[in-house]
Structures are given as structure tokens and as C-alpha cells.
């Protein structure tokens, strides 16, 4: 990296991600492996999500969550890509499979948008719900705006598209945390943060249900130790006590 380097120069890329859950029977979360070429979370399990591209800001992709323009269409773009899943309707039905080869041309670059007005299908945006939104902190060469999405799986089985992702899996929340705890999984911290804010709820239904009360937003705080700091939400130990401009999240889902 050049001595010239200034983190506080670094652009923060807009980005969506979304977190699939459902009861299976208990409270599931769809979770992907990113590859180790990845140049940004190597090895990682996260959620599917990506960065806007410009054609999800020009797609006509909006929600009711008074969120700039592109945030629900890459959400959308990428549960496509990633897993396969098409989180669209047709008429009043939920779409139910997508041809490979019209999956691989969303990954090349084709605006979500012209796949959807040339099958006549529609974003049900009032099922994506907004939840959360994690800023990467200053430092790292790459920094993200991200928006996290709740919603109950579309049709069909999550298939990761074996490029950016080696493995896709349906755990609970605590699987997952217990997974990351044990050195098993890598997890990056807004990740993490919002499997402990799922493992709260008894099924997935509760969790939506919560989600669709769009509850004020509330902001992570951090407390500080001598082996570091921990990010902490509402019901957390400590939470009142913890300081809120060192790292940059919001919640309602809670």
C-alpha cells in the first residue's frame, strides 16, 4: 500500500444484503462462504449482498423505507446472483425458477431491470424489510455503506454461484456464532452483530413480524477493554453505558 495512503479518503460504497430466514424447524438464517480470491472478506461467511451498481439506481426498484434508489434492486440483484433465488412475482405468484443462462447474464453485468420488465415480473418491496444499516469504520482500504434487508425465502433451493461463493448453508443463529467463537468460521462484525440480534427470536415469523413494526432506529454503542472493544445493540449487557461515535450502526430490529 502507497506511504500516500489516507483511510479517511477511502470511498464508502453503497451496498445491500439480505437475510434470509425461516423456520427449519427452528429459526434459520441462509448464510454464504465467500472465496478466498476475494479481495474484500476472503473466506468469509456473510449474507448475500453486494454493492449498488449504477444500473440498480436507475432500475425503478423502490421501497416504501424512504431509502435512496438502488438499495432494494441490489438486494434483489444479488439474492439472484449469489443464491439463485428470484425475489419477484408474477402476477400473484412468486416465481419459482430463473434459466442459468439468464442468471449468468444478471452476474455479467445485465440491468436487473430489463430481466424484470421482459418477464412481466414485479419486486414485492413490502416483504424486504429494512433492518439495519452498518457503515465500515475508517481504516481499511475499503469501506462500505451497507443496508441489511429481513425477509422470508422466495421459492426454490439457494444454489451459491461457485465464483464469489464456495458454500451455502441454512443454520441458526447460535450455530453460526458458535461456529465463528470456535475458529471455524470467519465472520466480519456487522455479521456477526445481527445473528446475535437474531438468535433473540423464538421462529422466523417473530422475527418478520418485528421487522414489519419498523421500529425506531436505535445505534449500536461500543465498550472498551484492555483486549479490545465490543459492538453492542439494545438488551445487551452494558448497552447504556456504551458510546456511540466510534463505530458507525444502526438497528430496528430488536
Do not use: C
Not at 483511510?7 to 423456520?23: G, I, K, N, Q, Y
Not at 416483504?127 to 444499516?133: G, I, P, T
Amino acid at each position: 500500500m502507497s506511504e500516500a495512503y489516507d483511510p479517511r479518503d477511502v470511498h464508502v460504497a453503497p451496498a445491500a444484503t439480505v437475510m434470509l430466514v425461516e423456520d427449519r424447524p427452528d429459526l434459520s438464517v441462509l448464510m454464504v462462504r465467500r472465496t478466498e480470491r476475494a479481495v474484500f472478506g476472503s473466506r468469509a461467511w456473510v449474507f448475500p449482498g453486494g454493492r449498488v451498481d449504477p444500473a440498480d439506481v436507475e432500475s425503478g426498484v423502490v421501497g416504501s423505507s424512504r431509502l435512496p434508489d438502488g438499495f432494494h434492486a441490489a438486494a434483489v440483484r444479488e439474492l439472484l446472483e449469489e443464491a439463485g433465488l428470484v425475489f419477484a412475482k408474477s402476477g400473484d405468484d412468486w416465481v419459482s425458477s430463473l434459466a442459468d443462462e439468464d442468471r449468468t447474464a444478471v452476474a455479467a453485468g445485465r440491468p436487473i431491470a430489463r430481466l424484470l420488465a421482459e418477464r412481466d415480473w414485479q419486486v414485492p418491496v413490502d416483504d424486504l424489510h429494512y433492518v439495519a444499516h452498518w457503515i465500515t469504520p475508517v481504516g481499511p482500504p475499503r469501506r462500505f455503506d451497507t443496508r441489511f434487508f429481513l425477509a422470508a425465502p422466495p421459492p426454490g433451493d439457494a444454489v451459491h454461484d461457485g465464483s464469489e461463493l464456495v458454500e451455502a448453508a441454512w443454520v441458526t443463529p447460535g450455530e453460526a456464532i458458535g461456529r465463528f467463537e470456535a475458529g471455524e468460521w470467519e465472520i466480519m462484525s456487522p455479521t456477526l452483530r445481527m445473528l446475535r440480534t437474531l438468535s433473540r427470536f423464538g421462529s422466523a415469523v417473530e422475527a418478520i413480524e418485528r421487522a414489519a413494526e419498523r421500529r425506531p432506529w436505535v445505534r449500536a454503542r461500543v465498550v472498551f477493554a484492555e483486549s479490545g472493544y465490543d459492538v453492542l445493540l439494545p438488551g445487551d449487557s452494558g448497552y447504556a453505558d456504551g458510546v456511540e461515535d466510534f463505530e458507525r450502526g444502526w438497528v430496528r430490529l430488536y
